[in-house]
């Protein structure tokens, strides 16, 4: 069984909920919407929150609280709640907690979902937000208001690899009594725990990383025990709970994360020294790169540098389309942090609904492709992006 004294790749592992009789070894799979009763007087207590016990699956479900309570401990955090999806994530822990009225201060690079929620959903309810960039730190003390309630970030950045001090934010958010909510979806639990630095909420889309080899959607919300309860409530109420299923994968995943994260990391850092000054590539980006405007900061709260790189192709969108066209192995898709190296153009797909200026605020160029860098062999992925880049001219 798990401790506190684990390292966190033994706890990826050995964190789980009780075994049934049967004594099964491997996560067992809990298809079941609801459980039994004892009697009439077991479920009156069990409604009556004076007896622990599952109920029924859209509040808890053993498969479910295992994936949890893995993220939990791997996160440094006191509870957790999974969700369907990453957006479900991101939008119970911000509508589970704030009211008509409240303000959140964000971080201008986010996930496209994540802006469409505070631009075209909460102003309908009354919820206000202001953009603020990362690299001036002045304007976010300037940008809190009497109704800010929370600060919401994403770092390192999708896709722009923007890094945020993580330290200097919780200090912040501790100065000023505000929340701090930390999508920690590009890190992963292995790399950077925002909790340590002071995250009141940490949220995860599954889907990527957590899951790594494409299979399921979902998410995960891990942090302070007074404001998880809250999520529950709003959770168990409104309906985004995960499947049984999803949350087996996820939590059998989880064991070999640490593993995979070391080698999305070490395939990126070579890959990001191999693509070096080639001939029509304008710039490479990645967050362990002594080039990464960031990167002592990034060395500071990361503890690899993750496995996405950005090239930004020097003749704009028509490059870029005839680099991604030109690929032969590295597939062209919108998700990330899969087994297979992925290429994605922000500007025309994950990014597309931004204006062109919002784009360029936040770095996202139309020369810039987003490389999800997997597991294949290093030299098969540089080849692939080296013949494709000599064909893009
Ligand atoms: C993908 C992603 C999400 C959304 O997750 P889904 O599982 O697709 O709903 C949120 N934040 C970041 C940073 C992401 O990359």
Redesign the pocket.
């Known amino acids: 069984m798990s401790s506190d004294k684990q390292h966190k790749q033994t706890k990826s592992i050995r964190t789980q909920t009780p075994r049934s009789e049967q004594r099964e070894h491997a996560t067992p799979i809990y298809m079941t919407s609801s459980f039994v009763f004892d009697s009439a007087e077991h479920a009156r207590a069990l409604f009556a929150n004076e007896e622990e016990g599952n109920v029924y699956s859209r509040y808890s479900n053993p498969t479910c609280d295992e994936f949890v309570q893995k993220i939990t401990d791997m996160e440094g955090c006191e509870d957790g709640i999974s969700t369907a999806?990453?957006?479900?994530?991101?939008f119970v822990s911000m509508a589970g907690i704030l009211e008509q009225g409240d303000h959140i201060l964000v971080s201008r690079s986010?996930?496209g979902?994540?802006h469409q929620i505070l631009t075209g959903i909460f102003p309908k309810w009354g919820i206000s937000h202001t953009y603020v960039d990362v690299d001036r730190p002045d304007d976010w003390e300037a940008a809190i208001t009497p109704d800010t309630r929370m600060i919401f970030v994403?770092t390192p950045?999708?896709p722009g690899l923007d890094i945020i001090d993580l330290e200097w934010l919780g200090n912040l958010a501790e100065k000023h009594n505000l929340i701090l909510n930390v999508?920690n979806?590009?890190a992963t639990p292995v790399l950077q725990n925002p909790a340590e630095f002071g995250a009141d909420l940490v949220?995860h889309?599954?889907?990527?990383y957590i899951d790594g080899q494409g299979r399921a959607?979902?998410?995960v919300i891990a942090g302070k025990s007074r404001y998880i309860e809250e999520l529950r409530f709003f959770a168990r109420h409104s309906g985004p709970a995960m499947s049984p299923f999803n949350a087996w994968i996820f939590s059998k995943s989880l064991e070999t994360l640490p593993v995979r994260m070391e080698k999305h990391c070490s395939n990126a850092a070579e890959l990001t020294e191999r693509l070096q000054g080639i001939p029509g590539i304008q710039k490479v980006k990645y967050p362990f790169h002594p080039d990464h405007p960031q990167y002592e900061l990034a060395r500071k709260q990361m503890k690899a540098g993750g496995g996405i790189v950005t090239i930004t192709l020097e003749h704009g969108y028509e490059q870029a389309s005839r680099f991604i066209d030109n690929l032969q192995m590295i597939s062209i898709s919108a998700?990330?942090g899969d087994t297979r190296t992925i290429a994605t153009h922000p500007a025309s797909t994950t990014h597309s609904k931004l204006t062109e200026e919002e784009r360029l605020n936040v770095g996202i160029t139309p020369g810039l492709v987003r490389i999800s860098v997997g597991l294949e062999h290093p030299d098969d992925i540089e080849q692939d992006i080296r013949q494709a880049v000599e064909r893009s001219f």
């Open positions: 999806s990453g957006m479900a994530a991101v986010l996930f979902s994540t994403e950045s999708n999508d979806c590009f949220v889309s599954a889907t990527k959607i979902g998410g998700n990330l």
